[in-house]
């Protein structure tokens, strides 16, 4: 989603929130937008398109010495991506930049314009600049930022500023993340995410929901809920090795390439001898329960549904999966005894999140499987297990949903060992998976000279059955993402229920064949879909005659490695069809990184 940072120091401002937003460009990238203020001085500058366009407009403007900056980068949610969308919203003498949606604007809109207020934009974000001035008209400027702070409904990080007090930032966040960041030369900082801080905070507030105040050098103040608070700094850990391509053309390259490791990183520490140990459930009783509801969006939700089969399969633990989004207004009935799951790379994502809230208050309890620690999920779940993936830069998600699959792989052993069974080979494959996603040089030419003739056709199935269906899933969601041809996933099985009859040379079907797991069902059903002359792509360690083009995986003993290695398989061809289109790898059209609205 959209990106926030501010700054209030004495350094060259502009640099400072430029370098800040090219951390959180790929959460979103319609157009950017930022603003200065210097005692009674305010300049701001906005552009369409990706960030260079703002730099470029704003080279020959400088801001040395003690002053206020904002800046924002955009995923659009009400209006296009036009210059004049773009934020921050300037009032008459104040600007704003928010990141969420303000679900009552079109109320509060209506209010102001009956007041005689114009507006120029057609964004949700506007009407806080409006109201602030229209409320500062009799009140001071903090008074007047908390009128307009209550008066808002949804999600929101807000940070703006106001000739009227020209010596605070005001601040304010309910639903989306905002933190503030300081070090030892007294700067302070603000960011919708931890990695535009690393390298000049040392010491972090994460903002809780209900916030709002104002900061200058000599002030932070803080009310949450209306209660002034006195909250503690706490160290920021992080490092920005990520922020490296090193070598790669693109950050999702060098995620693929580096899943091998990450997954070790994930199984260091949690298995000893035939055991898999999570110190972070030591304390926990999980025998009594039952049922087991996961819920999340999009990669996640592949990662939730894969983890289902191996909930039941091994723990013999009855396990659905929803989707955050709809499980939101269900009346959904969470049983006793139940766990519900949330899955979340960023631990941000407003479904998941407000899904995670709605099942606590019904008495769940509740765990978060996810990547960012003191993420909102992480914070509000009873329990939660850090997948441990590292940042992930590129937008189509690879090495997060490789940590998911197994860390929720991990816990449904886990849990099946609480029932005393015999999980040896579950063990020894858990051992082996870093090993089945290594790309080879071999592996990675053959996909490039596959793809050149996957770029075109009217549609691609992905299909499999069991766990590889919602690999499928996965596999074509990867490919919509960066190729914008239409993919869709398919449990093999049900493709002659009514998707076969768009069978033809220009469908191409990319079939999951892996040898243990129902290979001869799966290819009975590739069979009738080569009968209807689809081209096809199998994927699978036996050979495949009828294949126009095949790619040979491993011989494994266990199914979950070659689940892990058809993963990077498809990751590897959606990335060079893409490639091979011209597409931004890293940041796909209309996509964003971290979705903080509904
Ligand atoms: C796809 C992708 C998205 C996310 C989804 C949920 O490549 O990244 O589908 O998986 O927006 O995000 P998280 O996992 O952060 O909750």
Redesign the pocket.
């Known amino acids: 989603m959209c990106g926030i940072v501010g700054y209030i120091g004495n350094k060259e401002k502009k640099q400072i929130i430029l370098d800040g937003l090219k951390e959180l460009e790929y959460r979103g990238y319609d157009s950017a937008g930022l603003a200065v203020m210097k005692g009674l001085e305010l300049d701001f500058f906005k552009a369409v398109g990706k960030l260079e366009n703002l730099t470029n407009k704003c080279a020959s403007f400088e801001s040395e010495g003690y002053g206020f900056a904002i800046g924002h980068t955009r995923w659009a949610t009400h209006g296009k991506a036009t210059e004049i969308n773009a934020h921050p919203h300037l009032g008459e003498y104040s600007c704003v930049i928010h990141n969420g949606i303000i679900e009552n604007y079109k109320e509060i809109k209506d209010k102001l314009e009956k007041n005689g207020i114009s507006f120029l934009s057609q964004t949700d974000t506007e009407v806080i600049v409006k109201l602030f001035e229209f409320y500062a008209k009799d009140l001071n400027a903090f008074e007047a930022f908390k009128h307009t702070v209550k008066e808002l409904k949804g999600a929101f990080a807000i940070l703006l500023l106001s000739k009227k007090d020209q010596n605070k930032v005001f601040f304010a966040k309910n639903a989306a993340p905002l933190i503030i960041g300081r070090n030892s030369q007294n700067e302070l900082f603000f960011a919708s995410a931890d990695s535009p801080l690393v390298g000049l905070s040392e010491e972090v507030i994460y903002l809780e929901d209900l916030s709002f105040g104002y900061a200058n050098k000599d002030e932070l103040v803080i009310y949450e809920n209306d209660e002034l608070k006195n909250k503690s700094f706490s160290k920021l850990l992080s490092d920005k090795s990520y922020a490296k391509k090193d070598g790669f053309r693109f950050f999702m390259e060098k995620e693929i390439y580096e899943q091998s490791r990450v997954l070790s990183e994930v199984l260091m520490g949690r298995v000893n001898g035939d055991e898999v140990i999570f110190d972070e459930l030591e304390n926990e009783d999980l025998s009594d329960i039952n049922e087991i509801t996961l819920c ?7 990662a939730a549904l894969a983890s289902a089969y191996l909930f039941e399969r091994i723990a013999k633990i009855k396990a659905k999966v929803e989707i ?1 989004s709809e499980f939101r207004y269900r009346e959904a009935i969470i049983s006793k005894n139940s766990l519900f799951i949330v ?7 407003a ?2 999140l407000e899904a995670l809230k709605i099942a606590k208050e019904k008495g769940a309890r509740t765990f978060a499987v ?2 960012v620690d003191n993420s909102s ?1 992480v914070r509000l779940a009873h329990l939660s297990l850090l997948t441990r993936a590292g940042i ?1 830069k590129g ?4 090495k ?2 490789a940590t ?1 699959v197994l860390t929720l792989w991990m816990l449904a052993i886990f849990m099946a060992q609480k029932k005393n069974q015999n999980l040896n080979d579950e063990i020894k494959a858990l051992l082996h998976i870093p090993n089945c996603v290594v790309v080879t040089q071999k592996l990675h030419d053959k996909i490039h000279r596959i793809s050149k003739r996957y770029l075109d056709g009217h549609g691609f199935f992905y299909i499999g059955r069991d766990v590889f269906y919602p690999l499928a899933l996965e596999g074509a ?2 490919l919509k ?1 960066l190729s914008y041809l239409h993919a869709e996933g398919y449990p093999a099985g049900e493709m002659k229920h009514g998707p076969i009859a768009l069978a033809d040379s220009k469908l191409y079907t990319i079939a999951l064949m892996p040898k243990n797991m129902l290979y001869e069902k799966t290819k009975s059903n590739v069979e009738e879909l080569i009968a209807r002359d689809s081209t096809l792509l199998s994927i699978s360690p036996l050979e495949f005659d009828l294949s126009d083009d095949f790619i040979r995986t491993t011989e494994q003993e266990h199914y979950m490695c070659e689940f892990f290695e058809m993963m990077l398989i498809t990751q590897l061809l959606a990335m060079e069809i893409s490639i091979r289109l011209g597409n931004d790898v890293d940041m796909p059209r209309n ?1 964003a ?3 903080t609205v509904e």
């Open positions: 999340a969006c999009g990669t996640s939700y592949h955050a899955i979340s790379q960023s631990g941000e994502t479904d998941t996810c990547n999920i992930e937008v189509a998600s690879t997060a949903f998911q969601l990867k993402e996509l990184k971290s979705v």
